[in-house]
């Protein structure tokens, strides 16, 4: 079969989207159903006997290889009818709204990238591989990057540009349970009121 692609690829220009590639074994597509959808997305008209002739695969196991990706919601077969003749035709519109939510997938896990510049950026200088490790371990710890931002922002706010002081802010809080900014100023609201008691409590009201 891979002979057949080969010669395939050799006489004509078949058209394979990157993501596919990156992301077909996350699908549970094999490499046979791989084979078999690069030669679906580039005709999607659904001729058994050609397509077998051209893969070198029997009828049998092609069709075994198409019911598999229709079970998988991969793809599907519709029918057409012109002029009497009923024809069938492949429709990929399932693969494409799984490549696309993928797409999306990686552009919010780029996020955790962004917070490295966003480190640079504030303490004005390179990271050091150290440092990129222990930014990383904080995701890992199940830190997220509202959570980071906001506590680097505090350590900027009282001077301090080192990772040992947000890595004590971070595990404070989460002792706090503190995770988003709307946490953090219902904590400094709780702190003010008790600080508001205590005033009161400590007030010499004998001497005023």
């Known amino acids: 079969m891979t002979g057949k692609v080969i010669e395939l690829l050799k006489n004509g220009t078949f058209i394979v989207p990157k993501l596919l590639l990156i ?3 996350k699908f549970k597509i094999s490499d046979n159903e791989l084979i078999v959808l690069i030669y679906l997305l580039n005709n999607n008209e659904f001729d058994p006997d050609r397509i077998s002739h051209d893969l070198g695969l029997d009828i049998k196991e092609l069709l075994t290889v198409i019911n598999s990706l229709t079970k998988k919601d991969i793809l599907c077969l519709n029918s057409v009818t012109n002029n009497n003749v009923c024809e ?3 429709c990929l519109d399932s693969l494409y709204n799984k490549l696309a939510l993928s797409m999306m997938e990686n552009k919010s896990e780029k996020k ?3 917070i490295f510049d966003q480190f640079e950026k504030e303490f004005a200088r390179t990271l050091s591989p150290m440092e990129y490790e222990i930014i990383g371990a904080w995701f890992e710890d199940g830190f ?3 959570t980071i931002n906001l506590a680097l922002k505090e350590a900027v706010y009282n001077g301090v540009n080192n ?3 947000i890595d004590k802010i971070l595990y404070e809080w989460k002792k706090k349970g503190i995770k988003t900014k709307a946490d953090m100023d219902n904590n ?4 003010k009121k008790k600080s508001s008691k ?4 400590d007030y010499d009201w004998l001497n005023e």
């Open 23 to 25: 992301n077909y074994k």
């Open 88 to 90: 069938e035709y492949v």
């Open 112 to 114: 955790e990238v962004n």
């Open 144 to 146: 997220n990057e509202e």
């Open 163 to 165: 990772l040992r002081y």
């Open 188 to 191: 400094l609201d709780i702190n």
């Open 198 to 201: 205590e005033e009161v409590f």
